[in-house]
């Protein structure tokens, strides 16, 4: 089946450590994104990436970061610089910059940090 | 910052149509409104765009005012399933880098 995969569903870190969510998806899509959800809120953009190689920064970047070395897979890195990491992370796809609209969602990961 | 705007919640009978409505008085021609809806905990679920036309596809349809200045998702059957966020995204052109997620509706369907 194509889909989009995130592992873990949930996810514990001590304060301080950086941590990597996956992001994998198999539906040969060129664009991948990084959204971040708090509780009763709607979703804000982490990173995006357009191309393999290539990524720019969303609305809320500062204390992230991602790499795009291959098509599959776009992992988020939340690093000990993010000030308040707790949230629900979600991935998403689309098959290209000029049908961005239409983006396919992973289950989320949901990161606690204590 | 999202330039649309809808009720925060909703209420709708099990069996009925649910009709949640948007305005995104900014619009302009080239511009598009889409719908996504986000089931508790899971990731949000695409369910219909349009233009200017009405469309209508297996989930919903989606009435645009003459003067696009705001729209009204219609889930014509509503079950329990259908609790969830909705949101309506917009405006926007093909080639929009990114989607911009207000709180939308939480609908609730109740039996």
């Known amino acids: 089946d194509g889909g989009i995969t995130q592992s873990p569903k949930y996810l514990f870190r001590k304060e301080g450590q950086n941590v990597t969510l996956s992001c994998e998806q198999n539906?040969?899509?060129?664009?991948m994104y990084w959204y971040r959800q708090d509780p009763g809120q709607g979703l804000r953009l982490i990173y995006y990436s357009q191309i393999v190689n290539d990524f720019q920064k969303g609305d809320i970047a500062e204390g992230y970061s991602v790499s795009r070395e291959k098509k599959e897979s776009f992992p988020l890195t939340v690093t000990s610089a993010q000030k308040n990491p707790t949230a629900f992370y979600l991935c998403?796809?689309?098959?290209?910059?000029?049908?961005?609209?239409?983006?396919?969602f992973g289950p989320g990961t949901r990161l606690t940090v204590t | 910052d999202a330039k649309t705007t809808q009720p925060p919640s909703m209420d709708c009978a099990e069996g009925r149509a649910a009709n949640l409505p948007c305005n995104h008085s900014?619009?302009?021609?080239?511009?598009?409104v889409y719908w996504y809806r986000q089931i508790h905990s899971q990731g949000p679920q695409y369910i219909i765009h349009?233009?200017?036309n009405n469309e209508t596809n297996e989930m919903a349809s989606l009435i645009i005012t003459e003067d696009r200045k705001s729209s009204t998702l219609i889930l014509p059957h509503a079950t329990l399933r259908d609790t969830a966020v909705y949101y309506c995204?917009?405006?926007?052109?093909?080639?929009?880098?990114?989607?911009?997620f207000g709180q939308g509706t939480r609908l609730t369907i109740n039996p």
């Open positions: 900014t619009i302009s021609g080239n511009e598009y």
């Open positions: 349009g233009l200017k």
């Open positions: 998403a796809s689309s098959v290209s910059k000029v049908l961005v609209s239409e983006q396919y």
């Open positions: 539906l040969n899509h060129d664009a």
């Open positions: 995204i917009g405006p926007l052109i093909q080639g929009a880098q990114k989607l911009v």
